[in-house]
């Protein structure tokens, strides 16, 4: 027996079939066929009307709470959310307890993923506990299977730690990724900086702290001659500031949240503490930076950023609310919502496919036959509101419950693996 996708838009600009409707063949875990009108027999068939197919997604680097903090997010919750929102492999950020920074590690991500619907990436610690104190051996765990290493969550605050990491890394050919954000200027800001922060008596976080960062990075990266790739970067001057360095040549790239494309810092005017996240929501003006730097080719590709937190972390005064949002489920159809009118269908998945699997140096992956089968099915125009059965992960912090919302995944398809919105769902 073997399953056959019927009648999908196939997206792959690598493909000689791009954009034309096509059927896929899958027996075995393998990409057997592709084509027009394939035979049927024999075949169990799955026909979904109006959607498309494409490589399947990645997500840079998502937060996980396996090990230590299971109750916000487990690796089966984690696979569950991410499969609904499209994705076939997912990076695994290091701020677990303890935290992903040696070899034993990254080899306990990569055991538990084996049964997985999704493809774990692990990242390693740049430093002992993501402390930033010590570095760590990094060739280890590169040896074991991480594929980048960063601090997650906790943003580099030590100029020689990053400088020590991007030469270490240098020797290896390793990326070393950073958050971008000066502790000592964002304090204790909840918002960011401007005319919302000051009308609601918040203290504010100013584009400063991460542009401060983003040039004391890069200073370093020039020095270093290494690999850095910036993440999740959120302000007009980051994005200008990575454009000049790569018309300078550096190996720098960036990425953005899908939130930040789509909300702006007015989006907390009513105290929702689900919009509360790092980096924070913008200004207007940002948003459109960060619009016209993926335009561009200044941002490489689309992340999600999830930062699953449970209600007791998330439900109490704004102040004491912790920073963060479930959005695996969800940002495939924030980005298509804020970008419907910027970038056409198959620049859009370049974002979530070939941008990112380029930044990690992974191999290029195509709807080739004789390959494993590994793709996304999707609608592209379908109009939908998440709710929160829509939410897969653990922790429903999700901030665009209740928008409306236009793009869905359907599909996925992995392997061996086959998981469809319908089978998730019934599985709950």
């Not at 109006?50 to 997604?57: A, M, N, P, R």
């Not at 990076?91 to 084996?114: C, E, M, W």
């Not at 999707?378 to 919302?405: C, M, V």
Request: glycine share 8%; with cysteine.
């Amino acid at each position: 027996m073997h399953r056959l996708f019927c009648n999908l838009k196939l997206v792959d600009p690598t493909h000689p079939l791009h954009l034309k409707q096509v059927d896929l063949r899958v027996q075995d875990g393998q990409l057997v066929e592709v084509g027009s009108a394939l035979d049927a027999r024999d075949a169990e068939l799955i026909t979904l009307d109006q959607c498309s197919v494409s490589v399947g997604w990645l997500d840079l680097e998502a937060e996980v709470g396996d090990p230590g903090q299971e109750h916000r997010e487990d690796l089966v919750s984690l696979a569950a959310a991410a499969t609904a929102g499209g994705y076939t492999q997912v990076g695994l950020r290091p701020n677990t307890f303890p935290a992903i920074h040696d070899k034993a590690g990254v080899s306990y991500l990569l055991q538990k993923g084996k049964t997985l619907p999704v493809t774990l990436l692990p990242i390693g610690a740049i430093s002992r506990d993501t402390a930033g104190l010590e570095i760590t051996e990094m060739l280890d765990m590169r040896a074991t299977g991480a594929v980048a290493y960063s601090d997650g969550s906790h943003s580099l605050q030590h100029a020689g730690l990053l400088l020590r990491a991007l030469l270490y890394a240098k020797s290896f050919r390793g990326l070393i990724m950073n958050q971008p954000l000066e502790k000592t200027i964002a304090g204790s800001g909840q918002i960011h900086e401007g005319l919302v922060s000051t009308s609601l008596g918040m203290r504010g976080i100013p584009s400063l702290a991460e542009e401060l960062m983003v040039e004391r990075d890069l200073r370093l990266l020039a020095y270093t001659d290494s690999r850095l790739h910036l993440s999740h970067i959120s302000t007009a001057g980051a994005v200008a500031s990575v454009r000049a360095a790569k018309a300078q040549g550096l190996h720098v790239t960036a990425s953005v949240a899908a939130l930040n494309l789509l909300l702006t810092v007015e989006a907390l005017e009513d105290f929702s503490s689900n919009c509360k996240v790092l980096p924070p929501l913008r200004s207007e003006a940002d948003r459109q930076a960060l619009l016209a730097g993926l335009k561009d080719g200044t941002i490489d590709c689309i992340a999600a950023n999830h930062t699953p937190r449970e209600i007791e972390a998330k439900e109490r005064e704004f102040t004491y609310a912790d920073f963060g949002a479930a959005m695996l489920s969800t940002a495939f159809a924030a980005a298509a919502t804020a970008l419907r009118d910027e970038l056409t269908e198959t620049e859009l998945i370049a974002l979530f496919t070939s941008g990112p699997r380029r930044i990690l140096g992974l191999p290029t992956v195509g709807l080739r036959v004789g390959e494993e089968a590994q793709f996304t099915i999707y609608h592209y125009n379908e109009q939908w509101t998440p709710e929160r059965r829509d939410i897969f992960s653990k922790s429903k912090n999700a901030p665009l419950l209740g928008h409306n919302l236009i793009g869905r995944p359907v599909a996925t398809v992995n392997g061996h693996h086959f998981n469809s919105l319908a089978r998730i769902k019934a599985s709950e």
